[in-house]
């Protein structure tokens, strides 16, 4: 009984950081590149779109956890619980995102993003979640 104890301990000790971590940040931080396309006029934003392109790398990650039938391929059907382990880290925290409409990002005053639609993808080997 203590023996098997102790190997529930030691699988829980190792594999904690998994079990503390969101599904897609347990893999590692990726290198995010991002653009934006905002649409204002002098003194407002009237809508902005984010785009955020994860590194083929971590895309690659992505495909060894979330293809689900082994295709080495990361397939519509698939894309679904990508979104939402993205969402599910993200929304809490404003999107990751801070906008101010000035020369300065000033973060403690800067409104929360009101999103109306998000879409994740694949496109040449990048996983690319769109922001609207």
């Known amino acids: 009984m203590q023996n098997l104890i102790s190997r529930y301990f030691l699988l829980l000790l190792l594999f904690s950081h998994t079990l503390f971590g969101c599904a897609l940040c347990t893999l590692y931080s990726p290198e995010t590149k991002v653009s ?13 779109k984010v785009t955020w392109v994860l590194t083929k790398e971590f895309t690659q990650q992505l495909k060894d956890v979330y ?11 698939e894309i679904p619980p990508i979104e939402q382990a ?18 300065v990002i000033d973060e403690e005053n800067s409104k929360k993003i009101d999103v109306r639609s998000y879409k994740t993808y694949i496109k040449t080997h990048f996983c690319t979640l769109n922001i609207f």
């Open 67 to 77: 293809d689900l039938n082994q295709n080495s391929q990361i397939d519509k059907s």
């Open 86 to 103: 993205l969402i599910d880290y993200i929304k809490p925290k404003n999107f990751l995102t801070h906008i101010s409409y000035d020369k």
């Open 36 to 48: 934006l396309e905002i649409n204002a006029d002098d003194s407002y934003i009237k809508n902005a």
